[in-house]
């Protein structure tokens, strides 16, 4: 909580990131280098587009596929990035308890999801979301919350000369 309340004084806006190996798994010939790679670039972007922006990766699932799950995707997105991104950068403890995500999902301005609990999470702290989907379940949980989708599908992640993710996390950063 340190992290974001000394970010939220700079008038920072706190942008909470999850993301996980399920997101590939069916797109044949996409890695877990290329997910990492995607993010890296496409948080490089949103950085040099609004510096104001600080980012808290949010690993969410312990359970390791392919021998990767959200924490060390989350590390090698961070080790990816260029050092003026990484300094507005902080990945949680992991794992994390369920009241700790509660407490940090609550004091951050909007996440970029990939995995549904934590997305019901945010949005019962008031936390906008975006999603990165893998499954048909999203688009019921934004209708449940009566809100705008705000989604993507993995394989739109990897469109080349694309920006759909840049784009969709812009959408989620103008709610807040």
Not at 161 to 173: D, T
């Amino acid at each position: 909580m340190e992290w974001i309340n000394a970010h939220k004084s700079q008038n920072k806006i706190v942008l909470g990131i999850n993301i996980h190996i399920l997101l590939v798994k069916k797109l044949e010939g996409i890695t877990a280098n290329d997910l990492v790679q995607v993010l890296a670039e496409t948080i490089t972007i949103l950085h040099e587009y609004n510096q104001q922006l600080s980012f808290i990766f949010l690993p969410h699932y312990r359970r390791k596929i392919n021998g990767f799950n959200d924490d060390i995707l989350s590390k090698k997105v961070i080790e990816s990035l260029p050092y003026e991104v990484v300094s507005s950068c902080f990945k949680i403890p992991f794992p994390c308890l369920a009241r700790e995500i509660k407490a940090i999902v609550k004091n951050i301005d909007c996440v970029l999801i990939g995995r549904m609990h934590l997305g019901i999470t945010c949005l019962g702290q008031g936390t906008p979301i975006a999603c990165i989907t893998y499954q048909g379940k999203f688009q019921g949980l934004y209708q449940y919350f009566n809100l705008e989708p705000l989604f993507i599908e993995p394989k739109k992640l990897f469109v080349p000369n694309q920006n759909e993710l840049v784009e969709l996390v812009n959408k989620l950063i103008d709610q807040t």
